[in-house]
């Protein structure tokens, strides 16, 4: 399938700014999602954003997408803590063979230290 | 809390053995994806039923398969098991038109094959 790349790890200081980023190549994706990934859980979804926008912002979530660089970022800010868990980007986008499935990256590894 | 429930939590089978897991949708939710998600990797993409038909699949052998039910819940069931097939499922539901829809994911359901 198509590829979803993210940057495997990031460490940040609590009260700092994350920013996590994600590069897809599927240029047929319609939506573009993020999930939280607590240990031993399921995925939470966090937001997404549908590809004929910039820009959302959600509380202390923003995403941006650039579609001609196919580039996807998801800033936190304030983050706590309680923020530490792995991010997932996912692409959506229909396939004659899956339909609209979810097309996941890696994951980033986000911690966040007093 | 999503309202997707996965049941068992976890589960331990020996090589050969055969399993079956079992995913309630989110009230009002018609369509149920499926994905595999190895230690460390992001999930896979397995197979997706809308109103009891397939969906969509992804590059998974036939001895994975699947069932939904006319309340929308739905099975999944894996013949012959090989140590490889250790893993977290994971479940989602969507509303819609075949999973174009936002999907949300259950706690799933952690497999260990021996």
């Known amino acids: 399938g198509e590829d979803v790349e993210q940057s495997l790890f990031l460490s940040v200081r609590e009260g700092d700014s994350s920013v996590i980023n994600c590069t897809y190549t599927?240029?047929?994706?319609?939506?573009l999602y993020w999930y939280k990934q607590e240990p031993g859980a399921g995925l939470q979804l966090l937001t997404y954003i549908f590809s004929n926008m910039d820009m959302k912002q959600d509380q202390r979530l923003t995403v941006l997408l650039n579609k001609k660089d196919k580039h996807l970022s998801l800033r936190i800010a304030d983050t706590q803590t309680g923020d530490s868990a792995i991010y997932f980007c996912a692409e959506s986008g229909f396939n004659s063979n899956s339909g609209y499935a979810l097309n996941f990256g890696k994951g980033t590894s986000l911690l966040v230290t007093p | 809390e999503t309202g997707v429930t996965q049941s068992p939590t976890h589960l331990i089978k020996t090589r050969g053995q055969q399993v079956t897991l079992r995913c309630s949708s989110q009230?009002?939710?018609?369509?149920v994806s499926w994905y595999q998600q190895a230690l460390g990797q992001g999930p896979q993409f397995i197979f997706q039923y809308y109103r009891e038909e397939e969906n969509g699949r992804g590059n998974f052998p036939p001895r994975f398969s699947g069932l939904q039910f006319p309340n929308y819940s739905s099975e999944l069931n894996v013949n012959a098991l090989e140590l490889d097939d250790s893993a977290l499922y994971l479940c989602?539901?969507?509303?819609?038109?075949?999973?174009?829809?936002?999907?949300?994911f259950g706690p799933g359901t952690r497999l260990l094959v021996l």
């Open positions: 009230s009002g939710h018609n369509t």
């Open positions: 989602a539901s969507s509303s819609g038109t075949g999973g174009r829809e936002t999907q949300y």
């Open positions: 599927d240029s047929s994706s319609t939506y």
